[in-house]
């Protein structure tokens, strides 16, 4: 981990942004908070390492964040949050390079560890 290990939190419920924020940066890690996909897009910067993204989000979701994103030749890791155990999920999240999904609520230690196997996989 480092000082640019800068991570994307795109989450509409307040508590949940605040709770996976706090985990990040207790962690060591700097974030960057956005509320729904359309803030995210505009967030989105060459210093973002990863991004933790939910999947339900008005005007603009989680998958048609990552379609936005992949659409501009960015391969930024992304980390799915939902409470949704729809299978039909995995198969879209599969289908978009998603690098896991995490089910609501987002434990501290599961976080944590995916970020890091995530940044360390990706050679961040």
Not at 13 to 19: E, H, Y
Not at 28 to 43: C, H, K, N, P, R
Request: net charge negative; glycine share 6%.
């Amino acid at each position: 981990m480092s000082d640019t290990d800068k991570i994307l939190v795109v989450e509409d419920n307040d508590f949940v942004r605040m709770q996976i924020v706090r985990f990040l940066n207790e962690a060591g890690y700097q974030t960057v908070e956005t509320s729904d996909g359309e803030e995210a897009l505009q967030a989105m910067t060459k210093d973002i390492m990863m991004a933790i993204v939910d999947v339900r989000m008005e005007p603009i979701g989680g998958f048609e964040f990552i379609k936005s994103i992949r659409g501009s030749d960015m391969d930024t890791p992304v980390v799915l949050v939902t409470g949704d155990d729809n299978p039909d999920l995995l198969n879209d999240a599969a289908r978009w390079d998603v690098t896991a999904v995490l089910m609501k609520p987002v434990q501290r230690d599961r976080l944590v560890k995916m970020v890091q196997r995530t940044l360390k996989g990706y050679g961040k």
